[in-house]
């Protein structure tokens, strides 16, 4: 791709946008369409472009294959410990209204939150699928 | 907290365990870690079946949000025991894996290969637990996607290919499965299971509900592994790592058969059953061609691992013949041997990987000799034997006893002939193992030890509970009378 001018300074100045895009959709799931999965999915698809474009090594450089294994189980971590946390606060698994004093305010910070878990782990799982193909052929370690 | 939540607490923490495996499992930490959280698992399962034989069955609402709007577990004397046998195999299974899985698996996979047995657990207890149509199938997927995974994981590179086979088939009975939930939610728009068997009942006949019947009957046989629909497990059990053959082959059919007879009685209830269809027939056909054909077929088998594959076959079909029979006798022998099939092909399969790791393989000419080398691994396995076949004072006979027992309530003579005659079967396919290690003369060239003594010690738990309930049958024939009294009498 070292040839290809156009397609490294759109994608360059494309990346940011898809990121930010997909952090609103993150964020904003609770209001409009959007959540977890579908924020996941555009955060890595953003992390792939760079890895197309620049090269496996550049983006193996951004975000070191250990990190992406550590950020799948950290998500996961995240959605069902706060079924944990509900259930120390005295309700149920994932009661979300015990997070907060106001029940709806609960609800919200629970949802908030568990969909933080599953973007995580669906970007993460995302590049760790991209890795694990396009690192094919190479000495494996892990 | 604990004892709120101990319905949520038997799924979750497995499922939590398994990120927190990766997150922070080095070397034997992942074991250490995966075996606390499966030991809790087994505290908690023993919990539920004491407060079920207690108070009688109870209910569990995920987030407080009642059913039938949220997702319910759902404890009753039938899943509180499928639960205790998951984890308590499960428990021993971790015990026998330290050294297997070092022996097995290359260091680095460790706690990966942790993480995935982690989840798997998760989703078996998950879908025994639950009282929520699609919420099984989540369980479903996520016990049989990391299944695939701890299945290809195998030293034998054919692993690979038998993972990839069993990710197909078990694919497309999960695919069904999901279609038969969904056309179930379009007739009657609800997921839950008990809410399921009170609307089902009003629609009389229904083609859309015929067609959900038959597609979750057909994707539960082939989970189950049911005649025809076999061809995935031979090749699974027999390239898995040890522990993992053992594992499923203890619990992941087993509740397959659990989720079938939730369907069955509880959902579509034993009217259903005997008056639209000659469905106990059909199934009592397959179950019969299964018993035979794969204890046949077990006999002729050179590698051990694969022989006891075959006849696990056989006793999926012993399993839906006492599901056949739609009578007290019949389920009571059918759940029961839920219990004690996994004991004694978790005791096979243990002293298989113990020989495995000693020797290095598992057909009939690695065996040769070894009731010396090994003794105390092939005593166990001679213990198993004899409970295949059948002989009193072990599971396998309590269990035959009530199929037959079962079999001449119905009248069925030739039935009874038959489940009988499969049993000498199983005397030629287990002579054959003993034959080869204790009477044949062992290769004189190299030295074999015994295995290290947890291995030894998870196979002989497992040796003494299969003598040990089938002398006294107080717990399993009570909590399974229970559960077959509940299925008989609920769903109308």
């Known amino acids: 791709m070292r040839e290809h001018l156009i397609l490294r300074l759109v994608s360059k100045f494309l990346i940011p946008f898809i990121i930010l895009f997909g952090l609103y959709v993150q964020f904003h799931g609770d209001f409009g369409p959007g959540g977890g999965f579908q924020a996941g999915v555009i955060i890595a698809a953003g992390c792939i472009l760079y890895g197309l474009v620049y090269g496996l090594e550049a983006l193996r450089q951004a975000i070191p294959q250990s990190i992406v294994i550590t950020l799948v189980a950290l998500g996961l971590t995240i959605y069902a410990g706060t079924g944990f946390v509900t259930m120390m606060l005295g309700g149920k698994y994932l009661d979300y209204q015990w997070l907060a004093h106001d029940p709806a305010h609960g609800h919200h910070y629970g949802i908030l939150i568990v969909e933080l878990g599953v973007g995580i782990t669906v970007a993460a799982t995302m590049l760790a699928i991209y890795y694990g193909f396009a690192g094919r052929g190479e000495p494996t370690d892990s | ?492």
């Open chain 2, 1 to 492: 907290m604990i004892s709120a939540n101990m319905a949520a607490l038997q799924v979750a923490v497995p499922l939590i365990g398994a990120p927190l495996c990766t997150l922070i499992g080095r070397g034997t930490r992942a074991w250490l870690f995966a075996t606390l959280v499966t030991w809790f698992a087994f505290a908690m399962s023993i919990g539920l079946l004491v407060e079920v034989m207690q108070n009688g069955a109870f209910s569990y609402y995920m987030g407080n949000w009642p059913a039938p709007w949220g997702i319910e577990y759902r404890v009753d004397h039938l899943s509180a025991f499928v639960l205790l046998f998951i984890t308590g195999i499960a428990s021993v299974v971790m015990l026998f894996a330290y050294n297997s899985v070092e022996n097995e698996i290359a260091a680095d996979k460790h706690r990966l290969f942790y993480t995935a047995y982690l989840l798997t657990l998760a989703g078996l207890l998950g879908m025994a637990i639950t009282g929520d149509a699609f919420n099984a199938f989540v369980f479903m997927e996520i016990s049989s996607l990391s299944g695939y995974v701890l299945i290809s994981l195998g030293r034998d590179r054919r692993a690979l290919f038998a993972s990839y086979q069993y990710l197909v088939l078990g694919t497309i009975g999960a695919t069904f499965f999901v279609i038969g939930i969904g056309l179930l939610y379009m007739a009657t728009g609800t997921l839950n299971l008990a809410d399921l068997a009170t609307r089902l009942p009003r629609l009389g006949e229904n083609f859309v509900v015929f067609a959900g019947f038959v597609f979750l009957m057909v994707g539960l046989s082939l989970k189950v592994a049911l005649f025809p629909l076999h061809l995935w497990l031979p090749n699974a059990y027999t390239y898995a790592p040890s522990m993992v053959s053992a594992l499923l082959a203890a619990s992941a059919t087993k509740v397959g058969v659990y989720l079938f007879l939730r369907f069955l009685f509880d959902v579509f209830g034993i009217r259903f059953i005997i008056d639209t269809w000659p469905l106990a027939e059909i199934f009592m056909a397959l179950a019969i061609i299964a018993a035979v054909m794969g204890s046949l077929v077990a006999i002729t088998q050179i590698n051990v691992k694969r022989l006891l594959a075959y006849s696990s076959i056989a006793q999926i079909g012993y399993i839906v013949l006492g599901i056949s029979f739609v009578n007290l006798t019949g389920l009571t022998g059918a759940v029961v041997h839920l219990f004690n099939h996994a004991l004694m092909k978790g005791v096979m399969f243990l002293a298989i990987g113990s020989v495995l790791m000693r020797v290095g393989g598992t057909r009939f000419v690695h065996i040769r000799g070894l009731g010396k080398r090994m003794p105390m691994t092939m005593a166990a396995f001679v213990i198993a034997g004899l409970s295949m076949i059948g002989v009193p004072g072990t599971v396998g006979f309590v269990s035959k006893w009530y199929l037959v027992l079962a079999a001449i309530e119905r009248g069925l003579w030739p039935v009874a002939i038959i489940v009988m005659a499969t049993s000498l079967m199983a005397v030629v396919y287990v002579w054959r193992v003993v034959e080869a290690a204790y009477f044949a003369e062992p290769e004189a060239n190299h030295e074999i030890a015994e295995a290290p003594w947890p291995m030894v010690t998870a196979t002989w738990i497992l040796a003494i509970a299969c003598i040990l309930f089938g002398l006294t049958t107080d717990l399993t024939i009570g909590v399974a009378q229970s559960a077959a009294v509940m299925l008989l009498g609920g769903g109308q």
